[in-house]
């Protein structure tokens, strides 16, 4: 699988544009999408208001203006996070621009004449227009081919370097802009307008211009904002119960009790985890058109996958053979390779190669043999030499041609043996004479069956779907290990079975590369489109792979997954951080009213302002070295929800009551070791 060209985590660069950008976004305006960085940023812009009073009128005001620094901090180094995650996308954006280049293209002026073009900027050609595209030239835009077949590099596309075919009609039909045929020539009619195209869709994408927040994302905003109503509220009402025990509190106090007890840690990387989530799919070559898609790959809980190319190798290959009575094992295997030397076929290469390393068997086409080809009518094929002949093809076929009407025994028992297991048998016969069975059969790809043990262990239902018969899907599904299949598939089937599967409230995922897969892309909640397949699929799903490679569905759901374990471990970090924190700030707040609270001064803080202090210090820096974190995500590990929340409440909530009692000490001794709040 190629993969998107790898950013570092902190690059020079991004971090340079992020540091400025971080400052554009103080914009109240912008940031009251965020709430709790929103009343930071009021808490912030007050206590500095009255600590330049106090500066001013000649009043104490180092305390103040320190606090306000910090919770000044506290705002950038949340929107920093933000803006680190979008420069990242930025950074591939601005390498997929780079693919593009100024190109003319061939405007034919009649289409049914090649020899009859005009060169025109490839930004100056409209949907509908017809364009010849010969080898060498780079395909203008985004198109169907109608007539032709080449060979095309897209590896400026999907960094994929072995050229694809692409031929008029079928599922493999689309072509890319920027994209460069290898050999022979394509006539393709234009399907996207300059600006339209896949390549600027994807730069839109990945920039995040057209990112939305998820429901799941703005559940938790409005949770962190009712936790902030709730904790605004309580701060207010401690004033009158200061004023009642005879404790003075100033504004720079309540401030840092405030944003202390806030879940400001959360509500600075909670965008960086979204944007993180997209960035992480784009890695792995596959684009989302929304962070939605995203999320909803998370919460998947059945899998549709193609059985052909997906669970299998797609290609029938040669797995056994069974002679039939009175014919040598090795005499079926030296009719099975002559019957084949003219096959060129993925099944005739493979017979070849099965019977040279089973048994050793290699000769060469006999000059002047006569190869008989596959045809339709007959379906059998083989090889006439020196008055001998060799077929073989369908078992009924070559019966007829034979003149048998009843097998022997043993060879109908192992034709039937063949077909049950889900394989294909083939007859052979030498000289007009039945001599015995090839076992054709689509190889279940190796460690398939371990991927779906794990997807069964998130609670995710696996379903593969397959125009076979049902004894064949049977056989190919109790290998691969999928909990159900659905065989002799069409159109309608998958979209029914999605739709019934939604009606029972579970989220489905599948993908698909051709026209009749679009009705079923457009209606599942996570429709993985090939980049390989029409425009009408790419067009219905909702995520592109670029590689085209239908088992990163498996991919997709472990990173939507990894997205919602981020977002919940680091709001459990978040809100276990608060606990600590009333430790560091209330004891040493009403400690002169009530001595007694000094028994909850765990932590041994040296006075109560070095207490406020370096609880507000590490409130802002523990934003910072948690952002890798939040870039990079937490490891995923097909586990169930109670051992999930078992996992989370242990790591990353013990976690996060640990981490400030060690962190506001570790700040307080600093703070006393330079003589500060002393």
């Not at 992020?18 to 305006?29: F, I, R, T, Y």
């Not at 797609?314 to 039939?324: F, H, K, Q, W």
Request: glycine share 10%; net charge neutral.
């Amino acid at each position: 699988m190629a993969q998107a060209e790898a950013i570092a985590l902190f690059d020079a660069t991004i971090l340079g544009r992020a540091a400025k950008d971080s400052l554009a976004k103080l914009n109240p305006a912008t940031l009251m999408r965020n709430p709790v960085i929103f009343v930071t940023e009021v808490v912030a812009a007050l206590t500095t208001f009255l600590g330049l009073h106090n500066l001013l009128t000649g009043r104490p005001a180092s305390f103040a203006l320190a606090i306000a620094g910090w919770l000044w901090l506290t705002v950038l180094f949340a929107t920093f996070a933000e803006a680190v995650a979008e420069g990242r996308g930025r950074a591939r954006a601005e390498s997929l621009r780079r693919a593009r280049s100024e190109t003319m293209a061939k405007l034919l002026l009649r289409p049914d004449d090649r020899a009859l073009f005009k060169p025109t900027p490839a930004p100056e050609l409209h949907t509908g227009d017809i364009v010849l595209v010969e080898a060498g030239d780079v395909v203008p835009s985004d198109g169907e081919v109608i007539e032709g077949v080449a060979s095309v590099n897209e590896s400026a596309i999907t960094g994929e370097s072995a050229p694809v075919i692409r031929e008029a009609g079928g599922d493999r039909s689309a072509v890319t802009g920027g994209t460069q045929v290898v050999s022979d020539w394509l006539v393709v009619r234009i399907t996207a307008e300059a600006g339209g195209t896949f390549i600027d869709r994807m730069i839109k994408l990945v920039e995040g211009a057209e990112r939305r927040k998820t429901p799941n994302e703005i559940a938790l905003d409005i949770l962190l904002a009712g936790l902030t109503i709730i904790f605004l509220i309580a701060v207010v009402t401690l004033v009158g119960f200061a004023k009642y025990s005879g404790t003075v509190l100033g504004v720079p106090v309540l401030a840092a009790l405030l944003v202390t007890l806030i879940p400001t840690t959360i509500g600075g990387l909670l965008s960086a985890i979204g944007i993180a989530g997209m960035d992480r799919l784009i890695r792995f070559n596959v684009v989302a058109t929304s962070g939605r898609a995203v999320e909803a790959a998370g919460d998947v809980d059945a899998l549709l996958l193609d059985k052909t190319g997906t669970i299998t190798f797609g290609n029938r290959m040669a797995a056994g053979l069974y002679p039939a009575p009175g014919v040598d094992e090795r005499a079926l295997a030296e009719a099975a390779v002559l019957s084949s030397l003219g096959d060129d076929t993925p099944e005739g290469r493979s017979i070849l190669g099965f019977v040279r390393d089973r048994y050793g068997i290699a000769p060469e086409r006999p000059a002047g043999a006569a190869v008989i080809p596959f045809s339709a009518n007959t379906r059998v094929s083989g090889l006439d030499h020196a008055g001998r002949s060799w077929r073989k093809g369908a078992v009924d076929s070559v019966l007829r041609s034979l003149g048998v009407a009843d097998p022997p025994a043993a060879f109908a028992v192992a034709v039937e043996r063949i077909a049950r297991a889900g394989a294909t048998p083939l007859a052979v016969s030498v000289d007009g004479r039945l001599a015995g069975a090839i076992e054709l059969k689509d190889i279940v790809k190796p460690g398939i069956r371990e991927r779906f043990a794990a997807l069964r262990r998130m609670g995710i239902r696996t379903v593969m779907v397959t125009g076979d018969n049902r004894v064949t899907a049977a056989a190919i599904a109790t290998e691969a290990g999928v909990d159900d299949f659905i065989a002799e598939a069409t159109p309608q089937d998958k979209l029914a079975y999605i739709r019934a599967a939604q009606a029972e409230g579970r989220l489905v995922a599948m993908c698909g590369d051709g026209t009749n897969d679009a009705p079923a892309l457009a209606q599942a909640d996570v429709g993985v489109a090939m980049q390989t397949g029409t425009q009408a699929a790419r067009e219905a799903g909702n995520m592109v792979d670029l590689d085209s490679d239908p088992t990163k569905l498996i991919e997709v759901v472990e990173i939507g997954k990894q997205l919602l374990i981020t977002r919940g471990s680091l709001t459990t970090f978040s809100i276990a951080n608060d606990v600590s924190k009333y430790f560091a700030i209330l004891p040493a707040i009403f400690v002169a009213s009530y001595p007694e609270l000094a028994t909850l001064n765990i932590m041994r803080l040296h006075t109560p302002q070095s207490a406020i202090m370096s609880a507000v210090i590490f409130n802002a820096i523990i934003i910072v070295l948690l952002v890798p974190l939040a870039l990079s995500g937490v490891r995923f590990r097909p586990i169930g929800a109670a051992a999930l929340l078992r996992r989370n409440l242990l790591v990353y909530g013990l976690g996060g009551i640990a981490a400030p009692f060690i962190g506001i000490k570790l700040i307080d001794m600093l703070l006393t070791a330079f003589g500060l709040f002393a």
